[in-house]
């Protein structure tokens, strides 16, 4: 059984940042990909930013330059450090991350306001 587990949403400022992270516990094997998708009200789930084991970076070209992904695969992490929030950002977001290419596994989500 596989758990993640995010933290770090809220409510923030326009211009302010946030950092959330995910943690995965529980029988895991090997990681591959691990990402952040965030979804608002009335769209669709998308992605945001993810990253490979092998170090590569994948972003929404709406958080290029503002956002960044990182991994700690010592202690089955991800990391979003968002700077430059904006109204537009606000979203529940979600982990997700890839096992033996074939197991996916996402949180529970963590709201995050951006107020204007």
């Known amino acids: 059984q596989v758990q993640l587990v995010e933290s770090g949403g809220g409510l923030v400022q326009a211009g302010g940042s946030l950092r959330l992270s995910c943690a995965a516990s529980g029988t895991i094997y090997r990681i591959n990909t691990m990402g952040w998708y965030r979804q608002a009200p009335g769209k669709q789930r998308e992605l945001v930013a993810d990253?490979?084991?092998?170090?590569?970076?994948n972003y929404a070209d709406s958080v290029k330059g503002r956002f960044t992904i990182s991994r700690d695969d010592a202690k089955n992490t991800v990391n979003l450090q968002m700077n430059s929030l904006k109204p537009e950002d606000t979203a529940v977001y979600y982990c997700?991350?890839?096992?033996?290419?074939?197991?996916?596994?996402w949180g529970q989500g963590t709201q995050v306001t951006v107020s204007s």
């Open positions: 990253i490979t084991s092998g170090g590569s970076t």
């Open positions: 997700r991350i890839v096992v033996l290419f074939t197991k996916y596994y």
